[in-house]
């Protein structure tokens, strides 16, 4: 009977994610873990009170994953279920099968974040969540993935190199773009086609995801086949425009 979940970190998805809890699941208690914050006993815990309850979700930046794991496996207890919800899945999958083989986890990614969530309003029907490796009894995982699509979520299953290629292709490619065009300064005009809007929709969703955008990159093997694909075909296009 899960009761409590722990959440450690508290950047823009770990807030999030204490949000959704609080929201779908408002009868179980959360403790809330960061180094930023001292504990006050109510809302923000110790590292060893927020890895005491029931779940605890690990939402710390990729690049903190495997050192923030081995803090908290000493403190979790058998039946705890830590949940990865880390951008990138064969980095963390590799560790957790490394290091924490004998704990329950789930190795998962929600395909959805702050903005995508404040942008629908709070409508979370078909937001999808990966799910890329588990150590969980057929009846925990079936029970777990009843459960998010109850809540309205479509559970994907996909190992960590399907994920991370298709990632790269889609998320790190947006991340990529996005970044770019916010350096250029390109912005909204009083004659914005549709698609530009919904361009600079993309756009204002990534710009601020710096670090993030850099971890993925640093982290999925995928992304710098990605980089080689778009700048070959960016010197086409350039080849295209010379022609009469």
Not at 13 to 41: C, H, Q, W
Not at 213 to 236: A, M, S, T
């Amino acid at each position: 009977m899960i009761s409590s979940v722990g959440i450690v970190g508290h950047g823009s998805f770990g807030a999030f994610v204490e949000l959704l809890t609080k929201r779908f699941a408002p009868e179980l208690m959360v403790k809330i873990y960061s180094s930023r914050v001292n504990p006050d006993g109510k809302r923000f815990f110790s590292l060893s009170e927020a890895a005491s309850c029931d779940v605890l979700i690990l939402a710390v930046p990729i690049r903190a994953f495997e050192e923030t794991l081995q803090k908290v496996l000493p403190l979790v207890s058998e039946n705890t279920i830590l949940v990865d919800v880390a951008t990138v899945k064969l980095h963390t999958t590799e560790v957790l099968r490394r290091i924490a083989q004998k704990t329950h986890y789930v190795a998962s990614h929600p395909m959805f974040g702050p903005e995508s969530y404040s942008k629908r309003g709070g409508e979370v029907g078909g937001f999808k969540i990966v799910i890329a490796d588990h150590t969980l009894s057929e009846r925990e995982y079936a029970s777990l993935k009843n459960l998010l699509a109850g809540w309205g979520f479509s559970v994907i299953e996909m190992d960590a190199h399907k994920h991370d290629k298709h990632l790269a292709e889609t998320l790190f490619l947006t991340h990529f773009i996005g970044q770019t065009i916010a350096r250029g300064e390109f912005d909204r005009t009083a004659i914005d086609t549709v698609s530009f809007g919904f361009l600079m929709d993309a756009v204002e969703s990534v710009r601020h995801d710096t670090e993030l955008f850099k971890d993925v990159y640093h982290f999925n093997p995928y992304c710098e086949d990605v980089l080689e694909r778009f700048e070959r075909c960016e010197k086409e296009v350039h080849t295209l425009l010379e022609r009469i």
